[in-house]
């Protein structure tokens, strides 16, 4: 004989099971992203105080280049470089025909506008300009990024 308690339950069960996956697929989850930016590192987020002597402008070097690409600043303003790309950089002053070196000599190379190393994925260098003039400014590692700054009294 036909057992209905039987029949009724596996149907409970059945039933059960498709809501739970019902409700399981029909929630939200984040969206899936293809970025590849690092997270910013504790030393790119601290108190801008904790840096050396803080900054006034932020540069954000990308995989895409600097953003901003042109920035400008008040001379004794120091602007910090941030390397938010997934390749290490090192930033250097360029001199070209009409724009100089940033005067003053630096330790590495012809301008003191230079880091000096690599700077790493979440590290950033920061650079404090004392002299009037526009600045060309580039990427030592992947030269197609380039940038210039403007610093004005």
Do not use: H
Not at 1 to 14: E, G, P, S, Y
Not at 47 to 57: T, V
Not at 83 to 92: A, G, K, L, T
């Amino acid at each position: 004989m036909f057992d209905f308690k039987k029949l009724l339950f596996a149907l409970l069960v059945l039933l059960g099971g498709a809501v739970v996956v019902y409700v399981w697929l029909s929630m939200e989850r984040p969206a899936q992203t293809t970025d590849t930016t690092p997270p910013a590192s504790e030393t790119v987020t601290e108190n801008p105080a904790k840096s050396q002597g803080g900054f006034e402008l932020l540069v954000s070097v990308t995989d895409n280049g600097f953003e901003p690409s042109e920035p400008s600043v008040r001379s004794a303003d120091t602007i910090r470089f941030t390397n938010n790309s997934s390749e290490d950089v090192w930033i250097e002053g360029v001199v070209s025909s009409g724009n100089p070196a940033y005067p003053e000599e630096g330790e590495c190379g012809v301008s003191a506008f230079d880091s000096c190393k690599n700077i790493k994925p979440g590290e950033f260098w920061e650079f404090k300009f004392k002299d009037v003039g526009t600045w060309l400014f580039r990427n030592k590692l992947d030269t197609t990024q380039v940038g210039v700054v403007y610093v004005r009294e």
